[in-house]
Nanobody, 118 residues
């Protein structure tokens, strides 16, 4: 079992920046993927960005050029730097941990709220 704790959500004005953090603890495998997802009211949860232990990243088209995902493997922590925030970025942001070795394992955090005012 892996536990995830997100932090950093806040109310920010459009054009502003925020940095989210997600700290993982528990049975963390050396090879894994961590990512950020978001869910806005009335919408499905969607991938924002993900990063592997080898630092391969993947971004949703809507955040490319504005958001940057990074991780500190020594601290088992993943970060999401969000710049040029837009009102449509308003959502609950969830951290996710996945590994396929030796078996598939998937964990979610409880989420942190990001509100972008216009």
């Amino acid at each position: 079992q892996v536990q995830l704790v997100e932090s950093g959500g806040a109310l920010v004005q459009a054009g502003g920046s925020l940095r989210l953090s997600c700290a993982a603890s528990g049975s963390i495998r050396s090879i894994n993927t961590m990512g950020w997802y978001r869910q806005a009211p009335g919408k499905q949860r969607e991938l924002v960005a993900s990063i592997t232990t080898g630092s391969t990243t993947n971004y949703a088209d809507s955040v490319k050029g504005r958001f940057n995902i990074s991780r500190d493997n020594a601290k088992n922590t993943v970060y999401l730097q969000m710049n040029s925030l837009k009102p449509e970025d308003t959502a609950v942001y969830y951290c996710r941990y996945q590994t396929y070795l030796p078996n598939y394992s998937n964990s979610w955090g409880k989420g942190t709220l990001v509100t972008v005012s216009s």
